[in-house]
């Protein structure tokens, strides 16, 4: 464990030897962060996959720099279908970490198996337009689209789970058990799939151990019903006949006799067994009363101190997550990284993402890291960005709209410094609109930067109209 303020090894002590700043709430948060991946652990181990999820969700939010934690938890993502969260976390893993780190694996093989990526983009494509049929009221063409959806990806629990809740709708008891029990093989502890599982069970009044061919009395006795394939036979139940009056003397008599055998020889002994019995339970528990009133009295000194202790970790963990927007920026870098990577690489898509983040973020508060992927990330799309904003921004103004062109044109000289055109165009933009300040900045500009360019002696003409 390194010191946060000067990155020298912490020992045992709960200051840094090395720059004295005090690291003991910062030691719980980790501890912490810890505690919640190995828990995270041992539910993936067991497939309790959404418990697994949820620890290790909150393990990140302790430490966001916690790789192992991000690794499994895309692992957990990929397994139950979702790619596209998967390679997130893959993606933040890596750039924490760039070196020594599995993520990088995960990624390859991802990018290396092409079909299987792309039947992951198209199983969660049919299941967002299965949603939308849903909402417009087409439950059965959504059916037809979730089938397929399974037959591509059939460890897809959400896709299990919605086909589900249609045949339920429908009505459909035995098909949407089965849907569940398959979703539950996936992740066994999901409490979607389990509360489902529950209502169709208090429905139906059969249980999932009943369902195969077992019989099941109704509360009341007076049926018997029996599970047949998808069909329910209710059988009357058969009525002894009660026993005759003599047999109900005999066990009068036999019931009064054994009382009194009881009364006379064994009860006093019983009684002095019993009492003795419980004066020795009596002192026995006097004595532990005490001791678990001492606990007591120490257990709530100790939750006094815990509560202290909470608060602080939690404007502690406020600061330390970046409850002022760290974790929304975070998140824009990541879909920019995420569409630099597609196939498609839609390099407009990259910039809008990156525009997101704001400049004093990346001045003041973004680390080495981030800004290191930042950077490359504009530079790798820079040349495609800049011409694409330059026939926009042109487009923009020989239509006269010169708002928009001077956004587009201003885009286009920021990710290509040495595009003379765009700076002309830009300027003739701000003269065209009367703003005649920008236009002879931009002019002044152009001269500067590009003195032997074709566009050079019109900007002169028109600086010399400015100034008339």
Known sequence: MICYNCGCELTEL????????????????????????????????????????????????????????????????????????ALSEWVVS??????????NEYISLVQAGQGRLETLKNSIRKYNKALELC????????????????SMNPNYVKARQLLALLYIHKEEWERARKELEAALKTDCGNLT??????????????????????????????????????????????????????AFLQIAIGVVIGVCVSYFLIFPTRVAAVREEANSKAAEYGEQIDSKNSEIAELESRIGE???????????????????????????????????LDDGQDNLKVDEYLALIPNEYLENGASGEFLDLYHYLKGGIGNTVSGSYYDSGLEAYNSMDYENAIKDLTKACQYDANNDEA??????AYYDSEDMTNASAKFSELLEKFPDSEEADKARQHLEEISE
Not at 94 to 103: F, G, H, M, S
Not at 136 to 145: E, F, G, N, V
Not at 312 to 322: A, N, P
Request: net charge neutral.
């Open 306 to 340: 815990l509560q202290a202790d909470i608060q602080t970790q939690k404007e502690t963990i406020d600061d330390f997550s970046g409850a002022g927007g760290v974790i929304d920026v975070n998140n824009h870098l990541i879909s920019a990284a995420y569409a630099y």
């Open 193 to 246: 799939s389990l509360r489902y599982l529950k209502e169709i069970e208090r429905v139906t009044g059969i249980a999932t151990s009943d369902k195969k061919g077992r019989s099941r009395v109704s509360g009341d006795g007076s049926a018997i019903y029996k599970k047949n394939g998808n069909e329910t036979i209710i059988q009357p139940a058969r009525m002894k006949e009660g026993p005759g009056l003599g």
């Open 94 to 103: 890596q750039n924490l970490k760039p070196d020594k780190n599995v993520a």
């Open 423 to 428: 700076l002309y165009y830009l300027a003739l």
């Open 14 to 85: 709960d200051f840094c030897t090395n720059c004295g700043a005090d690291v003991k709430q910062y030691k719980k948060i980790l501890y912490t962060a810890d505690a919640l991946y190995n828990e995270g652990l041992e539910r993936a181990t067991v497939r309790d996959l959404s418990g697994a999820a949820r620890a290790l969700r909150d393990c990140i939010r302790f430490n966001k720099r916690h790789t192992d934690a991000r690794n499994l938890l895309g692992l957990i993502y990929y397994e139950t279908g979702e790619g596209v969260e």
């Open 135 to 150: 909402e417009q009221d087409s439950p059965d063409m959504a059916m037809i689209q979730l089938k397929k959806v399974i």
